[in-house]
């Protein structure tokens, strides 16, 4: 079985994206504390994203959204069907584990470790229990669970531009789903707003009837201070302070994967995806 695996980012070369101006003011969730309502508060990051490239909101629409590629051109896809609903229990499944895992923060507030961990493996598919496990105890909270420490709050819902692929590899059906993730961000304390996302390249290895036997997973985080992290034991830290560094962190973070946030199915196929390598441009490392 493949091990779920998770990396920090790489730097891309990419047209600044900017703060981007919207009507709606930020209002968190849940605060410890009223959030005001005047223009002091910085308007959502999120709010004027490109429908064409942010497809969902929500788990339900990440569902609804289409699967590309020809079941009949994959000779491996011949047993399983060429419709969506000959898949449609394991693309369920899937997107249970991604909601549990990345869409649900305030779900897992106030959870410890073993309590997150056990909250996300009863939506975790049978198959990738193990790996997740060995994942998880080897230190890979901050890329299988968005949890924030205090005082941050996530604002709204989040913004998803993901895509479904019935794709082979090793001889093998495969079911990929490649998604970028962003989340406005809030310090209830500043007042601060920012961005965080997590890019995913998801693998699902099928059997015959179209069922999840295998997968692994590789994740991407930006936007996020790694010492802060550290610091609070794996619970993600955006990187929304009053320095250089943080506000380099996030229009970086806006500029290479909110201004673009497609991921090509090559790359998420690929073993060795620069796509998935390191770089600290949108993730403050912690030396």
Same mark, same amino acid.
Do not use: K
């Given at each position: ?29 849940? =605060?410890? =504390? ?8 910085? &308007? ?11 497809d969902a909101r929500t788990a339900e629409e990440l569902l609804a959204l289409p699967l590309d590629g020809a079941a009949e051109e994959l000779e491996t896809w011949a047993g399983i069907g060429a419709?969506? #609903?000959?898949?449609?229990?394991? &693309? ?52 299988? =669970? ?15 531009s993901a895509s479904w692929h019935r794709a082979e590899q090793d001889g093998a059906p495969v079911l990929a789903l490649a998604a970028t993730i962003a989340w406005a961000v809030i310090d209830t304390?500043?007042?601060?707003? #920012?961005?965080?996302?997590? &890019? ?22 930006? #936007? ?23 506000? =380099?962190?996030?229009?970086?973070? &806006? ?22 390598? #390191? ?9």
């Open positions: 079985m493949t091990p779920l695996r998770a990396g920090r980012p790489r730097r891309r070369a990419l047209a600044p994206l900017g703060l981007l101006a919207s009507t709606a003011l930020l209002t968190p969730a849940c =605060s410890p =504390s009223p959030v005001p309502t005047s223009g002091d508060v910085p &308007r959502s990051p999120l709010a004027a994203l490109d429908p064409a490239d942010w419709r969506e #609903g000959d898949v449609a229990a394991s &693309r369920e499944a899937i997107v249970d584990f991604v909601a549990a895992a990345y869409l649900s923060p305030e779900e897992l507030r106030g959870l410890d470790d073993a309590a997150t961990l056990d909250r996300l493996t009863a939506r975790t598919p049978e198959a990738w229990l193990d790996p997740l496990r060995t994942a998880w105890e080897d230190g890979g909270r901050p890329f299988y =669970s968005i949890a924030l420490a205090e005082p941050f709050r996530t604002v709204g819902l989040p913004a998803l304390g500043t007042r601060a707003v #920012g961005v965080i996302a997590h &890019r995913l390249g998801l693998i699902a290895e099928l059997d015959d009837s179209g069922g999840l036997v295998d997968g692994h997973l590789r994740v991407t985080m930006h #936007g996020l201070d790694g010492c802060g992290i550290e610091e609070n034991e794996g619970l993600l830290v955006p990187a929304l302070a009053d320095e250089d560094a943080h506000r =380099s962190v996030q229009e970086a973070t &806006r500029q290479d994967v909110l201004g673009a946030p497609r991921i090509p199915l090559a790359e998420v196929l690929e073993e060795d995806s620069a796509l998935f390598a #390191g770089d600290d441009r949108t993730y403050l490392t912690c030396s």
